[in-house]
C-alpha cells in the first residue's frame, strides 16, 4: 500500500511560485506514473500535471504550460510541481496521485491512490 504526503503549499501573491513536494512510500512509486491534480471550492478535481514513471514523459494542462514543471526523484520517492507565475485562478488544494500503470495519470480515473492534499492561495 502506497501513502502519499504532499507538502509546499501556501499563500502567494500573483506572479509568484511555489514548489510542492509529494513524498511516497512504498516499493511501486519508481515503476508508476504520477500526477497533479486540483480541486478549486465547487470545482471537480482536474489534472494539472503528469509523468511517467521513468521521468521522461510529461503532460500538462493547457491552464499551466510553460508556468508548471513536473519531475519526480525515483531515489528519493518524491514528486514535485515547481509552479511559477501564479494566477489567482491557480488557488486550489493541490493533490498528487499514483498511477495504474508507468504511463503518467491524467485523468481521475487513472489514479490509484490519492494524498491528502496541500491548500494553495494566490491572492491578486
Known amino acids: 500500500q502506497v501513502q502519499l504526503v504532499e507538502s509546499g503549499g501556501g499563500f502567494v501573491q500573483a506572479g509568484g511560485s511555489l514548489k510542492l513536494s509529494c513524498a511516497a512510500s512504498?516499493?511501486?512509486?519508481?515503476?508508476?506514473?504520477m500526477g497533479w491534480f486540483r480541486q478549486a471550492p465547487g470545482k471537480e478535481r482536474e489534472f494539472v500535471a503528469g509523468i511517467s514513471a521513468s521521468g521522461i514523459s510529461t503532460n500538462y494542462a493547457d491552464s499551466v504550460k510553460g508556468r508548471f514543471t513536473i519531475s519526480r526523484d525515483n531515489a528519493k520517492n518524491t514528486l514535485y510541481l515547481q509552479m511559477t507565475s501564479l494566477k489567482p485562478e491557480d488557488t486550489a488544494v493541490y493533490y498528487c496521485?499514483?498511477?495504474?500503470?508507468?504511463?503518467?495519470?491524467?485523468?481521475?480515473?487513472?489514479?490509484?491512490?490519492w494524498g491528502q492534499g496541500t491548500q494553495v492561495t494566490v491572492s491578486s
Open positions: 496521485g499514483l498511477g495504474r500503470s508507468v504511463r503518467a495519470p491524467t485523468t481521475t480515473d487513472s489514479v490509484h491512490s
Open positions: 512504498g516499493r511501486t512509486f519508481s515503476i508508476t506514473g
